[in-house]
């Protein structure tokens, strides 16, 4: 096998690893990489629960008059730190174990009304923010999800409330944006009471602050020499663990304490692995999917920020004897960020709704969410940026800090390059199967496989002769309804002549993956804006509300997500794509001047 060989093998295994195995129920994201509509998952619009909603909005009431009084952004910027007067607050309000089950000390709250603290804490404060997420959405998250209840009883008590906190340890030199090359080794004693754990980790929020870590090590496989990722629970008294740098100097986030550390010879009892030994990866990447989900939630409530700094400077800020908001290419940013954050909301809470309901499979949803929310922040916070003018780059407004904090986000817990690949090649797996096993009859008929061709002929078929239904209940709704079903079909269209097309290559074509990828988020979003607005007109119907609830920004997002996903499609016949590989290539092979 050569070296190219070699690396498509492991890609491929990887990517068996990424997908659960089993049968499980069709999501709405893979249903659309299939032309389906699947408006169980998305409609109507979720809402949590009469109960749990009186719960959490004594919670917020707390917690924003908390943060309004005890919590300082540009203090925590400038001191490179939150202090632990904060951090115990947090805690006491039950942030630091908002999902985590009440018997264990948590707060027992779905990751929708999660996302809610979260939104809060993100319009905020991003250090914050991301220090919760370091702690709660992933710290704590593998022995959530995957700790035995003796685990459980042992360690989320104190990390429920704060008195201990968590961190997540996957990244190392080698194994930044590619997860499975953690070189971090785990060496089973002769005993098998314990293992011996060498290697480094490197950019870890919360290392130096954390009692607890869990963290990614490579364990042999029994019976054979290869070697698989293991969760381990490690904690900073055992014997050779080292922090080489407890505060990595940074550009954002600066409150939070990222930090380098080593561990050698560290013994960690066997009673310390999380989840299933060999399974790291699966647990790692399901991890990362609730911070993706969180990550939704701080970039809207950022995003919500924008839009008010925004409204204010432009009704105030006067030049040419007028207010900003008199120009129509400041009202094109204004109108962009109150379209967005709205798209960015309704986003988050279908996605969290997901987790919460029970489907099995939601990898593709929490990427999507990742990649459309922090794109779209950036966005806003560089118009925003814009409309202030000069006084923006100044340290006395928020601005810059929010600049340099939401840099973070498009790298973080996966870089966007890496999750759009990633969502392209998932999502279309599941058609691409279909015209395998079509393709495979067709060259070497059996009887068995007829029935299984037989099935994804007519799956294919009947997805590109059908235009799926999108069935919102308000009148207003129905030509943008009409007009979404049409652009899954078309989007269908376009994912089954790529497979046909490019076939085995489409693995390494990134820029067409890139096109797909695009169109499926701006699908979603789509979505979850109409769900929304579906929602919020019959219920102002179902109360005898006069007034209909503001359309607007909800409606300007439809008709330029619409645009996009044309945009998208069309790109992928009409582009520029070898010219700019070529100019790309020859700027490569160059010697530095
Ligand atoms: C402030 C901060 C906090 C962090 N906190 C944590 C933490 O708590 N726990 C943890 O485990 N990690 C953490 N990280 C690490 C973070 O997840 C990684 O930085 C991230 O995964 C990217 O890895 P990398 O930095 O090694 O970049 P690289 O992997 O070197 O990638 C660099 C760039 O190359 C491009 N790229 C890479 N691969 C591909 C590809 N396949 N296709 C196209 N483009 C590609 C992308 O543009 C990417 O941004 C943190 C990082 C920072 C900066």
Redesign the pocket.
């Known amino acids: 096998m050569n070296k190219l060989d070699a690396q498509r093998q492991k890609e491929i295994q990887q990517a068996e690893e990424l997908l659960f195995a089993g049968p499980q129920a069709l999501g709405f994201a893979k249903g659309l990489f299939q032309g389906h509509f699947v408006a169980d998952w998305v409609m109507p619009y979720p809402r949590i629960p009469a109960a749990q909603q009186t719960e959490l909005d004594e919670t917020l009431t707390g917690l924003c008059k908390f943060l309004d009084e005890d919590l300082d952004p540009a203090e925590i910027d400038r001191q490179a730190d939150i202090p632990r007067g904060v951090i115990d607050g947090l805690g006491r309000i039950g942030v630091l174990g908002m999902t985590a089950p009440k018997e264990y000390g948590g707060r027992g709250f779905s990751q929708m009304a999660n996302c809610k603290v979260l939104e809060e804490i993100g319009r905020r404060c991003a250090s914050t923010s991301?220090f919760v997420n370091?702690h709660h959405s992933?710290?704590i998250r593998a022995l959530l999800l995957f700790g035995t209840h003796e685990q459980k009883q042992k360690w989320l008590p104190k990390l429920s409330t704060g008195q201990q906190l968590g961190?997540?340890?996957?990244?190392e030199?080698e194994?930044?944006?590619?997860?499975a090359n953690v070189q971090m080794q785990a060496r089973p004693s002769e005993d098998g009471s314990h293992f011996i754990l060498n290697g480094e980790?490197?950019?870890?929020?919360?290392?130096a602050i954390a009692h607890e870590l869990t963290v990614?090590a490579r364990t042999p496989v029994p019976g054979s020499d290869k070697t698989a990722i293991t969760a381990f629970l490690v904690t900073p008294d055992m014997p050779g663990f080292e922090m080489l740098e407890a505060r990595m100097p940074?550009m954002?986030?600066r409150g939070?304490a990222?930090g380098r550390f080593a561990l050698r010879d560290v013994k960690v009892p066997k009673e310390n692995i999380l989840g299933p030994p060999g399974k790291g990866l699966k647990v790692a990447l399901t991890v990362l999917d609730f911070g993706r989900t969180t990550f939704g939630a701080c970039c809207t409530g950022a995003a919500k920020t924008c839009l008010d700094l925004a409204v204010q400077h432009a009704n105030t800020r006067k030049q040419f004897n007028k207010t900003l908001g008199n120009f129509d290419l400041v009202k094109k940013k204004i109108a962009r960020m109150a379209a967005d954050a709205y798209a960015m909301e309704s986003m988050t809470t279908v996605t969290a709704s997901l987790i919460d309901r029970g489907l099995e499979d939601y990898m593709l949803e929490t990427a999507m969410l990742k990649v459309f929310t922090t794109e779209r922040l950036w966005e806003c916070i560089n118009d925003v940026f814009q409309i202030y003018g000069g006084s923006a780059y100044f340290v006395d407004l928020p601005l810059e800090r929010m600049l340099r904090d939401a840099r973070?986000n498009?790298?973080?817990?996966?870089?966007?390059?890496?999750l759009?690949?990633f969502i392209a090649l998932v999502g279309m797996r599941g058609p691409g199967m279909e015209f395998k096993e079509i393709y495979d009859t067709m060259m070497k008929p059996s009887r068995d496989r007829m029935s299984k061709a037989w099935a994804a002929g007519k799956n294919r078929l009947g997805a590109t002769i059908r235009v799926p239904d999108v069935p919102v209940q308000s009148e207003q709704l129905r030509g943008h309804a009409r007009q979404l079903g049409r652009l899954i079909w078309r989007f269908n269209f376009a994912v089954n002549r790529v497979l046909i097309t490019y076939r085995e290559p489409i693995l390494d074509m990134?820029i067409v993956q890139e096109r797909i990828a695009n169109a499926a988020m701006d699908l979603f979003a789509s979505t979850c804006v109409l769900s929304r607005q579906d929602s919020e007109i019959q219920f102002a119907r179902r109360n005898g509300d006069a007034a209909a609830p503001d359309r607007a920004a909800a409606d300007l997002f439809l008709r330029q997500s619409f645009r996009r996903i044309r945009s998208s499609l069309a790109g992928l016949t009409d582009n520029d794509d070898k010219a700019l590989l070529a100019a790309a290539n020859s700027s490569l092979a160059k010697p530095p001047s």
Do not use: C, P, W
Not at 167 to 171: G, R, V
Not at 410 to 418: D, H, K, L, S, T
């Open positions: 991301v370091a992933i710290g961190a997540f340890a996957l990244t030199k194994a930044g944006s590619d997860a980790k490197r950019y870890i929020t919360n290392a990614m940074k954002g986030i939070t990222t973070i498009q790298i973080g817990e996966g870089a966007n390059e890496v759009t690949s990134q």
